[in-house]
């Protein structure tokens, strides 16, 4: 198992700036990338961003492409979501997950993200 605590959220205003944190515990040697979904009220879970320990390469969610981008820091074995020009649109809770062996995922308690207009 992989235990992972988010951080970083908050309530903003629109074209501000906020970064989110995510640390992992546990059996962090058998993970392959971590990355962030997010569900806003009566809304399916999206897609934000991912990061692979293999490449580091990224990908993200057409919504936040260009404004969004995520990060690593291996010592800390935490990852990094830092959200720029946010938007109302952007409000939901923020999931962090991680990517184990056989394709399993553990996840977040969430962290709440508002962006007023």
């Known amino acids: 198992q992989v235990q992972l605590v988010e951080s970083g959220g908050g309530l903003v205003q629109a074209g501000d700036s906020l970064r989110l944190s995510c640390a992992a515990s546990?059996?962090?040697?058998?993970?392959?990338?971590m990355g962030w979904y997010r569900q806003a009220p009566g809304q399916e879970r999206e897609f934000v961003a991912y990061?692979?320990?293999?490449?580091?390469?990224?990908d993200y969610g057409d919504s936040v492409k260009g404004r969004f981008s995520i990060s690593r820091d291996n010592a800390r074995n935490t990852v990094y979501l830092q959200m720029n020009n946010l938007k109302p649109e952007d409000t939901a809770i923020y999931y962090c997950?991680?990517?184990?062996?056989?394709?399993?995922?553990?996840w977040g308690q969430g962290t709440q993200v508002t962006v007023s207009s």
């Open positions: 997950y991680v990517v184990r062996e056989r394709g399993m995922r553990n």
């Open positions: 990061i692979r320990w293999s490449s580091d390469s990224t």
């Open positions: 546990g059996r962090t040697f058998s993970t392959y990338g």
